[in-house]
């Protein structure tokens, strides 16, 4: 019994009026833990009592500690009939539990109602003693930290970074028992919010085991997700990266960890292995249990491992043998883990070697229910299937590891499609072994690795690529390989080497998909599922090139499933990398040359396309110094217009000619347009509108090539839901409202936060749901950071003025034209979509079909896939891309360098009465360092209403609700003695109405972490010392547990 | 395509103040939109009607749910739903309970509770404020009424300390209440000249001057009505009209004391018998409730109208 918990009672204000004789309330409070009610004395005739109560105090175990939510419900009493409840509020006591976050929790939370909403507030005080043995029970994890931030957090130092964790819970969704249909609504969902509050107290709790026997303390970029799967369940499933982490002792040290990075190579972290290595290291990274020509198929079939191109093996003549080395080690450094899986998206310098592209794969389910909770094999079972292909897939890439991993489900019905995508990647092996080989690799390693491009290059042997890619040398080193294009789901990594600044690119895409019931509804959704991630793929590729740029980070694709359509929605950051080639132009070409008109309106189409890029090139800043190839000795260049199935390339001469069918080095990017249907591509592609003069958008963390935040930072939630009139349900009409339902809220966001111009946009992360038949919903959560501008206007300058004229651009008759593309479903893209269809294919085809009674499988698609890949083969023959110039760039651009990053800022809003709780789904606040991180904060509420209209319809109902959510998160943060919560998401938000009932109701799940932060002003003193305190060794935490 | 949702909710409360001006002065949605595009936003900004709608309504709805905690400002300060800063929470209170002195001049001294209601729409087309615009205002000066009707106390102190408005605004409610409390007589057609602020300007001397407080300022007791006692002594003052010897001694003390600071300093003193027998005879009658109310039709009557008739220079009291 390694515990107590002491509850204080103080006071209530702003109650409501319970008793309408005499317009007051004689409220009382009852307060529970596990199943030990304390009650306070009713205080007579107030809506301000004082109840001052004595210390409540509960003696209970760890394990229960960190499972039971302390939950304190406000009461009205009355003498004659049941006392009416006022409201509850549920305390999450998991941040008392660890040495060095929060030490009280006190303040006043906002009393919460299901049905009511928030009524009044009440002022709480918890503590809890801990006893010494606590850390010996296993059946507890007290002490492990937790955090969401994707990234190691501020103030500490990662020693060791341990790997993947994951970890699922299931139980019955009470909304689904019998007893729902008695009791009243308000139960129900106090009794799920209850459920839900206890599965991820349980579910913290197996994760923080498994870190501890890990040896780690704490769990960094948690993301815990439930799914609601209606009869069949409720799932509550959490990944992570467990970590041993070390509080840094000097206030010094909270600088971000970028300003010296040989400094802070020595810091970094060794990482224990997470997992196998690539089985061949050097031969073929492709592993040979496919016959080679599948496995050309395969690599194809994976649309987004596109791009990613990777230069080691044999490729880079200094490369070769070192890497030959780094990859034994790092082999059998990673041996040891089931899944190398990191769930961080920034690292510590040095950390990352290279990168080879994004990984993901999907599968489709049917739900069935969950028989026993305790054995929840199938979801682990389908999850674990997942991974291996991840797994797979970075192995192709010749990575031993994926990083930026996030997995995610879309569940409509008794369909679910499970989601798994990540970034390929090759870790430093310095990190990934013991001492031993530092010292002798360390010289090579640094010279190797020319700051800003290492992690550009390809990770594998070039001779045995697993899809076909355009390699070049190195823009920036000279040395290695680079693809002509990288897509990945991290973010920018602080050291690269970026020209411009960077903008949001979103692809998106709707397909019909006729109603069906199980398997035949399963089935129809894998069919499409291949297309949808092509098209989703050859957007992204499109508006990538469009706006002259030539790497993608934070990528995110989402399919969601819905009763008779598929939605996709990608968004990424685009920028442009030194180290890549440039991009070249999109070059249009038409399907029926002998009609003089339709040439003219190609070119005139050409001409319009053409201007936008240069357009788009100048509002970016994109304007990479040019040096001339002989000078600098590229390999690379011919004139344009080369035929494409010469590649000149000289070191690389022996590569594989099937390559050059889809990645000739020529000058474009072929569109060809004959029908109506491929219009629709090239009019999304012109006319997305860029943000008005003085915004920017990124999905990722910081915006490249913007480094002088101010200190106001606005985050908001957003949703739009529209009604789709069910006539005329196309394609094409589908995508054009749901294109037009994007745009016109990123419009409406812009206008809206016109007042913080010149701003960006940070961490814009749409959320689409399809909550019924004809209902598209959109979720936005983003902050809005204001910025320097004069010191932006020195780079700006007239981008203003070319905005205006770039409206002219998008003229209308570019739709005309008809686009091959889409028309027959045949990619002329090289790089087509199926490959969960291959994969599974290879991997599933001795699977007896039985199997496929509760999940549905890729594997019957192996044969039309193939004849498939036939034919895009042959298409990809029109496809031209390359690069013309080559780049160099002296310029060094860290975004978030320690000199930038550092602004004057504003003094802190001091609010006499509420303090201000700033939130930010970012790591990091801008102008300010973090000093303590409080604890995680995970809160998931329902509400409902039956009098839908009188709280001012939909809109009012959920406007209320969300503002409600703000209010209880800040109230914890604040109670907790934070300031503000960072890394905040909402991870659901889920609506549902019934207009003719009245009713709606909404589930939302919000986390972040909570953190004290200090305004940079106020630690001006402090920072002169920082460079002595920076070397100095780190105390060690003391809560490493054994 | 139709929105069925479309919300925008900020961790801060986003404030537009000119739609919180639109939304103060009672326009609907579809007014407010299109007033806001006559003010070339559109243009400024190069966003669509569409856009303006949409953010117009999200705004309306905020003010909605706001209007709420308005209505008890100090709730305001201490809720925890809306992050806003306290400058802004100043401003939205500040907003929200100023006034239009047209419709003031309108319902002054008029009972705020009966009929007054039913009277609302010819305000409203008489001043040209919108109908809810007018029921705000009632609503207003009804909640500050009622708050600090039975409270002891400075008038002035107690709306500021409930109602968190600025001093001036505070002094002007003070001289509503005050009005409405004790049903000055004030939408007679001969009062009409005064503006609001000369009555609010005899409220606060009157608050200062006739109270029970002004008596005793021992007794911390209410500024609302007027001293009976005082009231009652007033009536003694007949002997100023009555005795001979009293009404010179009287006017020679009141000349020396304004000789010099009146312009029209001749005409009053060859008026003071008449004019000083009218604010008599106004002041005796002001034990009966009646006559109070009646104080300022009869002021104008007897006491400024004879002055204006010889032409004095407007000079209230």
Redesign the interface.
């Given at each position: 019994m390694p515990g107590k918990l002491k509850v204080k009672i103080v006071a209530g204000?702003?109650l409501p009026v319970m008793d309408r004789a005499s317009d007051l309330t004689d409220a009382f409070v009852e307060v529970k833990f596990g199943n030990t009610t304390f009650k306070t004395d009713v205080y007579l005739k107030s809506l301000n009592p004082q109840w001052n109560s004595e210390w409540f105090k509960f003696e209970v175990d760890d394990e229960d500690l960190q499972d039971e939510p302390l939950q304190i419900t406000v009461l009205d009493h009355d003498t004659y009939s049941a006392n009416d409840a006022i409201g509850k509020v549920y305390i999450d006591i998991d941040p008392l539990l660890y040495s060095e976050a929060a030490t009280v929790i006190s303040g006043?939370f906002?009393i919460y109602d299901t049905i009511h909403g928030?009524r009044g507030?009440i002022n709480v005080v918890v503590k809890v003693d801990l006893f010494n043995d606590l850390n010996r029970f296993r059946q507890s994890s007290c002490g492990v930290k937790f955090f969401c931030t994707t990234s190691i957090p501020k103030c500490y130092r990662a020693v060791i970074i341990h790997g993947f964790v994951e970890e699922l819970v299931v139980n019955e969704d009470p909304e689904y028992q019998w007893i729902d249909r008695i009791r009243t609504p308000r139960a129900s969902n106090e009794a799920r919010q209850r459920l839900i509050s206890l599965m991820s107290g349980e579910l913290q709790r197996k994760i923080g085991l498994k870190v501890l026997e890990m040896r780690g303390n704490a769990v960094v970029g948690y993301l815990q997700c439930f799914d609601l799967e209606g009869e069949s369940g409720l799932v509550v499933r959490a990944i992570g990266t467990a970590c041993t982490l070390d509080k840094l002792s000097s206030p010094a040290a909270l600088l971000p960890a970028c300003n010296s990075p040989s400094r802070e190579m020595k810091e970094s972290p060794l990482v224990h292995p997470p997992s196998h290595g690539c089985r061949s290291t050097h031969n073929s990274p492709i592993h040979t249990a496919t016959g080679s020509r599948l496995t050309q198929n395969f690599s194809v079939s994976v649309p987004t491992l596109i791009y990613t191109g990777m230069g080691s093996g044999s490729a880079g003549k200094e490369g070769g043998p070192f890497k030959a080395l780094l990859r034994q080690q790092t082999q059998s450094a990673l041996e040891q883990r089931e899944f190398p899986f990191f769930t961080l998206t920034a690292f510590p310098p040095g950390f990352l070697v290279h990168v080879g592209g994004v990984v993901s794969a999907r599968s489709v389910k049917l739900l069935d229910r969950i028989h026993n909770p305790d054995e929840p094999e199938t979801r682990d079972a389908w999850w674990a299937e997942i991974r291996q292909e991840i797994k797979s897939h970075a192995k192709a890439l010749g990575c031993h590891a994926v990083v930026g991993y996030s997995e995610s489900t879309s569940i409509c019905e008794e369909v679910c499609i499970l989601s798994a995508s990540g970034t390929a990647a090759v870790l430093n092996p310095r990190f990934l072994q013991d001492g031993t080989v530092e010292g002798c690799l360390e010289p090579r390693l640094e010279e190797n690795l020319p700051a800003g491009c290492g992690f550009c290059h390809i990770p594998y042997d070039e001779l045995n690529m697993p899809f076909p890619a355009h390699l070049t040398y190195c823009n920036n080193c000279r040395k290695q390989k680079v693809p002509d294009v990288l897509f990945t789901t991290i973010d920018l990594p602080v050291d690269a080497t970026v020209i411009g600044k960077g903008c949001l690119i979103q692809a998106r895409l709707c397909r019909l998909k006729k109603k069906a019931q199980a398997e035949a509804n399963a089935t129809a959704i894998s069919n499409l599922l291949p297309f949808m991630e092509y098209e989703v793929h050859t957007q992204l590729m499109n508006k990538l090139k469009l706006k002259a740029m030539n790497a993608l980070f934070g990528l995110r694709i989402q399919i969601t499933v819905g009763e008779n359509m598929l939605m996709g929605l990608a968004s990424a950051t685009g920028v442009y990398l030194a180290a890549l080639p440039t991009p070249g132009g999109i070059q249009i070409a038409g399907k029926t040359p002998n009609d003089g008109s339709y040439e003219q309106h190609i070119s005139h189409m050409q001409k319009k396309i053409n201007d936008t890029i240069a357009k788009n090139k100048e509002l970016y800043e994109i304007n990479p110094p040019e040096i001339s190839e002989e000078i600098i000795g590229s390999p690379i260049p011919e004139p344009r217009q080369r035929s494409r199935l010469l590649r000149s390339q000289s070191e690389s001469s022996d590569e594989v000619t099937e390559l050059d069918l889809s990645h000739g080095k020529k000058d474009a990017f072929v569109l060809e347009i004959d029908d109506t249907d491929a219009m629709e591509d090239v009019h999304s592609l012109l006319t997305d509108v860029p943000p008005?003069s003085g915004f920017y958008s990124c999905n990722t963390e910081i915006m490249p090539g913007i480094n002088n935040w101010t200190s106001e930072i606005?985050?908001?939630?957003?949703?739009?839901?529209?009604?789709?009139?069910s006539l005329n349900l196309t394609n094409q009409a589908l995508n054009k409202?749901f294109n037009?339902?994007c745009e016109?809220l990123l419009?409406?966001?812009?206008?809206?936060?016109?007042s913080m111009i010149p701003c960006c946009l940070c961490h814009v992360n749409f959320t689409v749901s399809l909550p019924e038949d004809e209902?598209i919903?959109v979720t936005v959560t983003a902050v809005a950071i204001t910025f320097d501008k004069n010191q932006a206007l020195q780079t700006t300058k007239t981008h203003a003025e070319k905005l205006l004229q770039r409206a002219s651009t998008d003229n209308e008759e570019l739709l005309q034209f008809p686009l091959e593309l889409c028309s027959d479903s045949l990619p002329s893209h090289p790089f087509p979509p199926a490959k969960e269809h291959l994969e599974s294919a290879s991997s599933n085809s001795g699977i007896p079909a039985a199997q496929r009674a509760t999940s549905v499988d890729y594997s019957s698609f192996a044969d039309r896939c193939s004849s498939w890949i036939e034919l895009i083969k042959l298409k990809a023959q029109t496809i031209r891309r390359g690069s013309i110039k080559t780049t160099v760039t002296v310029e060094k651009a860290s975004p978030m360098g320690e000199g930038n990053f550092r602004n004057r800022s504003a003094p802190p809003?001091?609010?006499?009465?509420?303090g201000?709780?700033?939130?930010t789904p970012l790591s990091f606040i801008p102008g300010a360092k973090i000093t303590k991180y409080l604890g995680i904060i995970n809160m998931f509420f329902i509400r409902e209403t039956t009098s839908l209209r009188e709280e001012?319809g939909?809109?009012?109902f959920?406007?209320?609700f969300?503002?409600?959510v703000?209010?209880m998160v800040?109230?914890h943060v604040a109670a907790l003695g934070g300031n503000a919560v960072v890394s905040y998401i909402m991870k659901q938000c889920v609506?549902m109405e019934n207009p003719n009932k009245n009713q709606a109701q909404c589930l939302i799940n919000v986390s972040g972490d909570a953190v004290v932060f200090v305004r940079e002003s106020e630690l001006e003193v402090v920072s002169a010392q920082q460079p002595a305190a920076n070397c100095q060794p780190s105390c060690p935490g003391g809560e490493v547990t054994t | 395509m139709t929105s069925e949702l479309d919300i925008f909710v900020g961790n801060t409360t986003l404030i537009d103040e000119d739609v919180y001006r639109l939304w103060l002065d009672g326009y609907s949605v579809s007014d407010a939109v299109v007033l806001r595009v006559c003010s070339g936003i559109l243009e400024q900004t190069g966003a669509t009607a569409a856009v303006l709608q949409s953010d117009t309504m999200d705004h309306y709805r905020t003010f909605h749910m706001l209007e709420r905690l308005l209505h008890a400002p100090p709730k305001m300060l201490h809720q925890l739903i809306f992050q806003i800063p306290p400058s802004r929470q100043a401003l939205l209170i500040e907003s929200y309970y100023a006034f239009d002195e047209a419709f003031v001049r309108e319902v002054l001294g008029k009972k705020l509770f009966k009929g007054t209601k039913k009277d609302l729409d010819d305000i409203s087309t008489k001043t040209g404020i919108t109908l809810k615009s007018c029921r705000r205002h009632l609503d207003n000066f009804k909640r500050v009424f009622k708050v600090v009707e039975e409270m002891r106390g400075s008038l002035v102190d107690n709306i500021q300390q409930h109602f968190l408005l600025s001093d001036r605004l505070a002094r002007d409610y003070a001289a509503i209440v005050f009005f409405a409390n004790n049903r000055f007589e004030t939408g007679k057609k001969k009062l009409h000249y005064l503006s609001f602020g000369d009555f609010a300007f005899c409220a606060e001397l009157m608050i200062q001057n006739w109270t029970l407080r002004a008596i005793d300022s021992q007794v911390d007791d209410m500024d609302m009505d007027l001293d009976k006692e005082f009231l009652q002594d007033l009536k003694e003052l007949k002997v100023l009209v009555a005795d001979k010897d009293l009404l010179d001694l009287h006017k020679s003390l009141v000349c020396t004391a304004l000789r010099g600071k009146l312009g029209v300093f001749s005409e009053m003193e060859a008026n003071f018998k008449n004019l000083s027998r009218g604010l008599v005879n106004v002041a005796a009658k002001l034990t009966h409730n009646k006559d109070v109310r009646d104080l300022f039709v009869d002021l104008v009557e007897k006491f400024v109208e004879p002055c204006r008739s010889d032409h004095w220079p407007l000079n209230e009291y």
């Open positions: 204000r702003h006043w906002p928030i507030e008005p606005q985050m908001f939630t957003s949703v739009r839901v529209i009604r789709l009139s409202n037009d339902l016109n419009k409406s966001l812009y206008f809206k936060l016109r209902l919903q809003c001091a609010n006499s009465t509420v201000v709780v700033k939130m001012g939909v809109s009012g959920l406007h209320a969300i503002a409600e703000f209010a800040r109230a609506f | -």
